[in-house]
């Protein structure tokens, strides 16, 4: 399990994009070098929430290795968000979902947003919202009946974000070390 | 932080780093408190304390109980219990406040538990008396957490009419104050915070004249990003300094939005991270070098060591900067370093050197504007006016590169605090008491001269047994 979402305000206006400061467009390969180090702050994030999740040695290659498979792949939706006006063609943060299948249950096609990160000064002011629809749409468009989030247990700011839009707990994941 | 009207050396102990080649002051000042810390454990054992309760009603006989305790004292009671804020009239509570620690963070001594930390808050409840005649009672509490801290506090309110909180770790001071001030309905202060801060402000205010700038003008670079500092820089944004210009630096360099530990600190520092999100515009990143360059002022409450700041950080900065360097007992740079390396002006936690930035020119006039007020809180906005009235008070022996502050030894200025603290009240409808000026200002004159008359009568009346002489073995060898 990794996952979720840093940081992403906690604003509840309707998404006006006129207002949003942040543009979302589909990853590419060149910007891998903006975004390792933003995947990377956010699973740091998610280390502060529980022991469990400390951060390997190695996540710097790791993070590199799946967000290049998955910026071409049909299945994952990968979105850049970059800042507008000064901030234009700044990779200030991204999103990574997938698609899956579920073999018991239906829909069968769940769009599973795993990693949301927006640098601490593009938060708020909507742009959660903005991503999360955004993100939404693009899953949707892959076949996606469901949307579903995971995140540390523990990442309030996490939770509160996605209850507000309608999400519940469907399935929990506890853990202890073996 | 200078926070004593005895030489810091006396609250503080001194820093075990490497000690400045020339720096005899921080080998005097070790030594110094080594003798003054054997002096002082002597005095505790001889006097046992160093406050006690004092009947402020003439007792002649068992008789007059009937009055001061049952039966009489059940109307009183009633009284109060038809209208509660009737405590600030009948009891005590008008004058008494407490003073709550958890021990958390005491002194520079860190962690050492509530029974530990109780002689710094008689020291503390001596200098409210001393100084604000304010009764000031020590309550150091054992809990484990900031919920079991507040609900303890604020389950004490009742007898007090206002809260000193001292003495607490950051962050978790900052959240402890936010919570409590919103609960209670009494003032709420912690002098690690404010009481540093607005003398913090008040020397700057002053420090800005003298040099011709103003403060919605300069650029300023606060080193350390402690309790102290984020409420200074808080003041310093509500005096009309733009967050541009300002500047934090902390152990990991300039505090900037996109600093790697900016989540973390979402999480564990909000208020850290408000300040990092707001200020340093344009984005410098770096170290402290970085940050002085060209800067107006740095006011640093960090480290004591006065390797800290170094002369090349003040020649970075615009000609004739203002550099405070206000840790205790070792500043982060000497005064006489700061000056020859161009600083115009320089300011200090010791009294020792000129222009001492001290809590206890703040605190005692604060609560003695408040407690007159019967005030509910203290927004900054009364925090502002004390630091504005003490740097007013500095002019009147005139306003010098060494006289940017009044000393401990001018308490003339301190009533005109508590008036203006209690002027500022009143205005923002927060005053259970609405005095004009001069009644706060004569009042507070009584209250505070009071304390010295009671200390000379108890000792003429040798109830106050005098000092005994310093440790005649360790003095007087045979």
Redesign the interface.
Known sequence: MSANK??AGRTSAPTDQSTVPIRLRPAKESDLPALV?LLL??K??NE?FDPLLKVREDAEQQARQILKSDIPNPKSVVLVAEGTGADRDKVVGFVRANVRERPFYAPVDEGVILDIYL???YRRRGVGEHVLAETSAALKAKGAGIVTAEFPAQNE?ASRFYTKRGFRPIIAIQARSL | MARSAVPPAASHRPSRRKAAPAAPAAERSEEQTDQLGERSVELSRYFGGKIETVPKVPVSSLADFALWYTPGVAAVSRAIQADPDRAFELTGRWNTIAIVTDGSRVLGLGEIGPEAALPVMEGKALLFKVLGGVDAIPVPIRTRSPDEFISTVEAMAPAFGGINLEDIASPKCFGILERLAKRLPIPVWHDDQLGTAAATVAGLLNALELTHRSVREVRTVLLGAGAANLVTARLLLALGHSPQKLTLVDQKGILH??R?D???L???NPWK?RI??TTNGGGRTGDLMAAVKGADVLLAASTPNPDTVRPEHVRAMAKGPIVFALANPVPEIWPEVARSAGAAVVATGRSDFPNQVNNSLIFPAVFRGVLDARARAIPDEVVLAAAKELARGAKRKGLTTEHLLPTMEEPEVFPEIAAAVGDTAVRLGIARRKLSHDEFLERARTLMGRPAQLVRALARARLTPPMPRAGPRRRRPR
């Open positions: 840093g940081g180090p702050r956010l740091r994030l502060e640098l601490p000064l700011i | 939005a996109e790697d900016l989540d973390e979402e999480l564990r991270y990092a999100l």
